[in-house]
């Protein structure tokens, strides 16, 4: 009986993912795709490998379970998520501006990708968070401190900043979910309007606050 080695076998169950340069990197990046054109999780390991062209058992080298792809591909959302917000503060006129900027990217980010942020936000608990995806995480919360500290002008392990840096992510979050769950649609001002609104007026209040 013919017996294929397991070099051989490898070889086949990966040759597609030559055209990809690296199988993890095209699983994840084919998962991204498949969450946002159902906006949610609800496809398996088989239909995504045969999406990127290799057998199922191929996946498992990588991701033990459809769970450890869901975080890494929230991890890479995290990843996505950071470099939007610095993209946006850049080459502003002041740091107010910037940090608005940032705001405002973060929730164009969910309107753009509600199925990664419902994932990045909603599957996972800090008990149940890959390394990965808590680094990717903390990255991000970094970045929210720094624009903060940059603000009060205030050391960036100051309670005065956690404080301040968790106060602006709930604004930019709850207003993300409010954006996603439709509760603006319909009031006297569009959806893009309000946004800058709420956005403007915390940054007014903020400022006041800080004299």
Known sequence: MFTMSTSRKKQIDEAPSY??????????????????????????????????GVSANATYRHFESK??????????????????????????????????????????????????????????????????????????FDGLRFAVAKILGKAVESRE?????????SLVHGLSHLVLDGKLDGRRDDVDTLIDAVLGQAMVMSQARGK
């Open 161 to 169: 900043v956690e404080v301040g840096a968790l106060q602006a992510w």
């Open 67 to 140: 769970e450890a792809l869901l975080a890494a591909m929230a991890a890479e959302g995290f990843r996505r998520l950071a470099q939007v917000q610095m993209q946006a503060m850049q080459d502003k006129g002041s740091m107010s501006a910037a940090f608005f900027a940032s705001g405002r990217a973060y929730v164009d980010f969910a309107r753009r990708n509600p199925g990664l942020f419902r994932l990045i936000f909603g599957r996972f608990t800090g008990s149940t968070q890959s390394e990965e995806m808590a680094a990717a995480g903390q990255v991000a």
């Open 19 to 52: 055209h990809h340069g690296n199988l993890r990197e095209a699983l994840v990046e084919e998962g991204l795709k498949l969450l946002e054109s159902g906006e949610t999780a609800d496809f398996s390991l088989r239909e995504l490998a045969r999406r990127v």
